[in-house]
C-alpha cells in the first residue's frame, strides 16, 4: 500500500518539471528576450545569463533550448527566413510592390531590427555561421516574396516572360535594404515608396 500511494505522489513531482522544459511560453520568453538583449547590448557582450534575467527564467532553461549563445541566436535569425515575407497578391504589378515595401520598411525601420541587423552584419565578417544564417533571413525570406511578385506580374503579361529574374530581384530588393539598412536615415523621404515602386516597375517592365 505504501508503494502505490508513493507512486502518484512521485508522478505529480516530476510533471511540472517536464512540463516546464517544454512550456512553450517560457520559449518564446526567452526568444523575446534575446532580442531585447541584442539590441541593448550587442551579440558580443549579449550572455545567456543576461537573456535568461531578461525573460524572468533560468539560466537551466536557456540552455535546455539551446547550447550556447550562438545557436540560440542563428536559431532564431534561422526562423525569419522561414516565417518569410506574405507574398502581395493586389492584382497589380505596382500594387504588390507598394505593400512589399510597406511592410518591409516597417520590419526595417523597428528600433530593434534597426539595432540588431547591423550588429549581427558585423558580426557575420568574423563568423561564417552567423553569416550563413542572416544570408538566410535576409535574403531567402524576401526572395520568396520578391519572387512571386514577379511570377505574378509575368503571368499577367506586366512583365516580360524572358525578363532576367536575378536582376529583377535585386531591382526589388536593393534599394530599399540600402536606404534602410546601409544610409540609415532617420526617416524615409516624403513619397519616398511611392517613387521607389514608379521607378522599380518601369525598370522591371524595361527588362
Same mark, same amino acid.
Given at each position: 500500500?505504501?508503494? @502505490? *500511494?508513493?507512486?502518484?505522489?512521485?508522478?505529480?513531482? &516530476?510533471?511540472?518539471?517536464?512540463?516546464?522544459?517544454?512550456?512553450?511560453?517560457?520559449?518564446?520568453?526567452? &526568444? =523575446?528576450?534575446?532580442?531585447? %538583449?541584442?539590441?541593448?547590448?550587442?551579440? =558580443?557582450?549579449?550572455?545567456? %545569463?543576461?537573456?535568461?534575467?531578461? +525573460?524572468?527564467?533560468?539560466?537551466?532553461?536557456?540552455?535546455?533550448?539551446?547550447?550556447?549563445?550562438?545557436?540560440?541566436?542563428? #536559431?532564431?535569425?534561422? *526562423?525569419?527566413?522561414?516565417?518569410?515575407?506574405?507574398?502581395?497578391?493586389?492584382?497589380?504589378? %505596382?500594387?504588390?510592390?507598394?505593400?512589399?515595401? %510597406?511592410?518591409?520598411?516597417?520590419?526595417?525601420?523597428?528600433?530593434?531590427?534597426?539595432?540588431?541587423?547591423?550588429?549581427?552584419?558585423?558580426?557575420?565578417?568574423? @563568423?561564417?555561421?552567423? +553569416?550563413? =544564417?542572416?544570408?538566410?533571413?535576409?535574403?531567402?525570406?524576401?526572395?520568396?516574396? *520578391?519572387?512571386?511578385?514577379?511570377?505574378?506580374?509575368?503571368?499577367?503579361?506586366?512583365?516580360?516572360?524572358? +525578363? #532576367?529574374?536575378?536582376?529583377?530581384?535585386?531591382?526589388?530588393?536593393?534599394?530599399?535594404?540600402?536606404?534602410?539598412?546601409?544610409?540609415?536615415?532617420? !526617416?524615409?523621404? !516624403?513619397?519616398?515608396?511611392?517613387?521607389?515602386?514608379?521607378?522599380?516597375?518601369?525598370?522591371? &517592365?524595361?527588362?
Amino acid at each position: 500500500m505504501t508503494t @502505490n *500511494a508513493d507512486t502518484p505522489q512521485v508522478k505529480r513531482r &516530476r510533471t511540472p518539471a517536464g512540463a516546464a522544459v517544454l512550456r512553450e511560453e517560457v520559449t518564446e520568453a526567452i &526568444r =523575446a528576450a534575446v532580442f531585447e %538583449e541584442l539590441a541593448a547590448v550587442g551579440y =558580443a557582450r549579449m550572455s545567456i %545569463e543576461g537573456v535568461a534575467r531578461r +525573460a524572468g527564467v533560468g539560466k537551466t532553461a536557456v540552455y535546455r533550448r539551446w547550447r550556447s549563445k550562438l545557436h540560440l541566436v542563428l #536559431d532564431l535569425v534561422s *526562423a525569419v527566413a522561414v516565417q518569410g515575407l506574405p507574398a502581395p497578391d493586389t492584382g497589380s504589378l %505596382e500594387g504588390d510592390l507598394c505593400l512589399l515595401y %510597406e511592410v518591409t520598411s516597417r520590419a526595417l525601420r523597428h528600433p530593434v531590427a534597426g539595432q540588431i541587423i547591423p550588429d549581427l552584419q558585423a558580426e557575420a565578417a568574423r @563568423n561564417p555561421d552567423i +553569416a550563413q =544564417a542572416m544570408q538566410k533571413a535576409l535574403r531567402e525570406g524576401q526572395q520568396s516574396a *520578391a519572387s512571386g511578385i514577379v511570377a505574378a506580374a509575368v503571368a499577367r503579361g506586366e512583365i516580360h516572360d524572358g +525578363a #532576367d529574374r536575378d536582376l529583377a530581384l535585386d531591382l526589388i530588393s536593393g534599394p530599399l535594404y540600402w536606404r534602410t539598412l546601409v544610409v540609415r536615415s532617420p !526617416k524615409l523621404p !516624403k513619397g519616398y515608396l511611392e517613387g521607389l515602386v514608379r521607378a522599380t516597375a518601369a525598370a522591371l &517592365r524595361g527588362l
